[in-house]
């Protein structure tokens, strides 16, 4: 049923019992990767590729213009979709550890996942490793972009926090199903909550954070880069390799041997940095300007309302402390995300037409 790569096959697979192995270097013989053309996944996908050359990687993979591209860099590609549930569940049944960086809320997805899993343990083989991307809208507030300095901050280290997850929350049905499925005890969950991730990506197809991808089109079709209110409302940012060292920190304590712990202790933020909607937005706003995609170089204020309605919403507050990733020894080192956003701006645009009609019509 796998569509193997015909150029380059990935190197031979060590069976080892990671149990024994433990101690020496983390070896896994199989993954199992959604999401793997994204800006998340494929950075992803390119560090287990360093990290564990000789496990057997499989990434499902929807475009099939996309099939030779992930074969490149040396997974196995599948061709499917989210909506292949039995495809996904017999996938994840055969991976030592599945990766779903793909969608942090299409709960069938998830539920076909949970499926695959729970059929391996049933099976009587060793029980699987799941490592989820959510995100931190998990914990936005209800703010129209303002930033209130009594707001509730959210702490990893707190499990009460995380059991708080309900299901009405952005992300909740998700991340609800995965940790009862830890709790449950079918499954190894490790769930990592990223805060806006920046910094261009090392996957082999998309680069850019989406984050900036629909900042760029929603400014491109209203000709200006807009924020929410007075756009004093926070948000925690990651770099992405910032992003994917935490990865690596997470995957390999998820090999050294079964947890001992809650699911809820195995949920991971992951925000080293912040920044106010204004300051950044104003700053893109300048850049979008001079390549030419909106007609000012301002950003405009919007109501909370507009935005809604332009189905992009920038206006509330997520304020994340990640102690819990801190303790993995996890040290965040790359720039922030003004830093580089001059490289992440210039690398989105090349993502759009240049031969947007707005560029003609710019005075
Ligand atoms: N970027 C951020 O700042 C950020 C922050 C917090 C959380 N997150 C979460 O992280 C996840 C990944 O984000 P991202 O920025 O990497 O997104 P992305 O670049 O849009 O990647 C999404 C990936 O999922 C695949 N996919 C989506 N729908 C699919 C379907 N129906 N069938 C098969 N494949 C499908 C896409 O395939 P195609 O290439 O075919 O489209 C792509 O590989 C998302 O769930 C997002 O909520 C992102
Ligand atoms: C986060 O929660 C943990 C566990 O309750 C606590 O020890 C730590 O001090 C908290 N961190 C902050 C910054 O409040
Ligand atoms: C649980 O595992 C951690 C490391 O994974 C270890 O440091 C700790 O001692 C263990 N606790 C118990 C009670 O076994
Ligand atoms: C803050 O992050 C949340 C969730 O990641 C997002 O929905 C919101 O639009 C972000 N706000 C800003 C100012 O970027």
């Known amino acids: 049923m796998l569509s193997c790569c015909s150029r380059r096959k990935p190197s031979i697979s060590i069976q080892g019992d990671r149990k024994e192995m433990s101690n020496l270097s983390v070896v896994m013989s199989s993954v199992f990767l959604l999401g793997a053309t994204g800006y998340i996944g494929g950075s992803l996908l390119i560090q287990l590729r ?112 995380i059991k708080s997850i309900g299901d009405s929350v952005v992300h909740g049905p998700v991340d609800v199903a995965i940790l009862k499925a830890g709790e449950d005890g079918y499954v190894y969950t ?34 200006v880069a807009t924020y929410v209110g007075e756009g004093s409302n926070v948000n925690g940012s990651v770099h992405i390799s910032d992003f994917v060292l935490l990865f690596g920190l997470i995957s390999e304590l998820s090999l050294a041997g079964p947890p001992n712990n809650s699911a809820y202790a195995r949920y991971f933020f992951a925000t080293s940095g912040k920044f106010a909607a204004k300051p950044l937005v104003s700053q893109i706003a300048r850049l979008f300007y001079e390549k030419g995609f909106t007609i000012s170089p301002e950003p ?24 819990r990733s801190f303790a993995l ?35």
Request: one cysteine or more; proline letters at 5%.
């Open 190 to 223: 490790y769930i990592m909550c990223p805060a806006l991730v920046y910094g261009v990506g090392s996957g082999p197809v998309a680069k850019d954070t989406n984050f900036y991808r629909n900042l760029l089109k929603a400014s491109v079709q209203s000709g």
């Open 300 to 323: 405009q204020s919007v109501t909370f309302e507009e935005a809604k309605g332009k189905n992009y919403m920038r206006a509330g507050n997520t304020r994340m402390q990640a102690d």
């Open 50 to 161: 360093k990290s564990h050359p000789g496990a057997k990687i499989t990434a499902l993979v929807r475009s099939p213009a996309d099939l030779p591209v992930i074969c490149e860099v040396g997974a196995i590609p599948l061709e499917g979709t989210f909506s292949d549930y039995d495809k996904i569940a017999e996938c994840a049944s055969h991976a030592d550890m599945v990766v779903n960086a793909g969608s942090s809320d299409n709960k069938d997805m998830i539920l076909a996942v949970l499926r695959g899993l729970k059929g391996r343990k049933e099976a009587g083989r060793d029980i699987g490793i799941f490592i989820h991307v959510s995100g931190s809208s998990v914990f936005l507030d209800d703010a129209e972009g303002w930033f209130d300095p009594e707001g509730r901050v959210w702490n990893d280290s707190n499990e009460e926090d």
């Open 329 to 363: 020894s996890w040290k965040p080192v790359q720039p922030t995300c003004f830093d580089t956003l001059e490289t992440d701006i210039e690398s989105v645009s090349k993502t759009i037409s240049k031969a947007s009609p707005l560029q003609e019509c710019k005075p």
